[in-house]
């Protein structure tokens, strides 16, 4: 059974902190790995990640996958309030469009 | 934009009562799937179809049915409405197998 945990649950912070989220994950045929962040509302895209070792950046966020050692950090520098969110973190292996989704790690960042 | 819409923000059923969960997307998207997410366990997958008329059982099926009649719509029916079925329901879709899902705003739903 194909398995994504993510670490801490919880994390609490203060404006200008910098933030990192972890996942591993234990999937069949792992194909990639994608991050989401939830605020009160849909889950949206941040990143996909199917090569080992290479890093995607949008503007304060960047990620990195390792599939020797199976997972996955979300880096978020100079936090800011509008970050607080839920980051899901999820993986697609073998199985047909199937997305195995982490528990997410709330983050909540103080002014 | 991709958009993907659900019929409901909130909603408030009764036990027994037969619920329908709408989403619709408008982005011609193959595959269309239906989660549940609840604190600290993440979203669980229910059922997903990746064409008209075709479903496929996901993680957590039991208790649920679904209906993909058009391409664009996908249905969640809860037959017999259950307490330990309150939850926030979303809906996503995407255009293949392996691709960023979109989301629905979700459906907050509770059973008394």
């Known amino acids: 059974e194909d398995k994504v945990v993510q670490s801490p649950l919880s994390l609490v912070v203060h404006e200008g902190d910098t933030v990192t989220l972890n996942c591993s994950y234990e999937?069949?045929?792992?194909?990639?790995l994608l991050w989401y962040k939830q605020e009160k509302k849909a889950p949206t895209f941040l990143f996909m990640l199917?090569?080992?070792?290479i890093e995607k950046k949008s503007g304060r966020l960047s990620s990195i996958l390792d599939k020797k050692e199976l997972f996955s950090i979300l880096n978020i520098t100079a936090t800011q309030t509008g970050d607080s969110a839920i980051y899901l973190c999820?993986?697609?292996?073998?199985?047909?469009?199937?997305?195995?989704f982490g528990q997410g790690t709330i983050l909540t960042v103080h002014p | 934009d991709v958009k993907v819409t659900q019929s409901s923000r909130y909603l408030v059923k009764r036990t027994g009562e037969k619920v329908f969960l709408e989403c619709v997307q408008d982005m011609d998207h193959e595959n269309m799937f239906w989660y549940r997410q609840d604190p600290g366990l993440g979203l669980r997958l229910i059922y997903f179809s990746y064409d008209v008329k075709m479903k496929e059982k996901g993680d957590i099926p039991e208790g649920y049915s679904v209906s993909r009649e058009k391409k664009e719509r996908f249905s969640l029916i809860l037959e017999s409405a259950s307490t330990n079925q309150t939850s926030m329901y979303l809906c996503?879709?995407?255009?293949?197998?392996?691709?960023?899902?979109?989301f629905g705003p979700g459906t907050r739903l509770t059973v008394l």
């Open positions: 199917t090569s080992s070792g």
């Open positions: 999820a993986g697609y292996g073998t199985s047909y469009g199937k997305l195995t």
């Open positions: 996503a879709s995407s255009p293949g197998s392996y691709n960023e899902q979109f």
């Open positions: 999937v069949t045929n792992f194909r990639s």
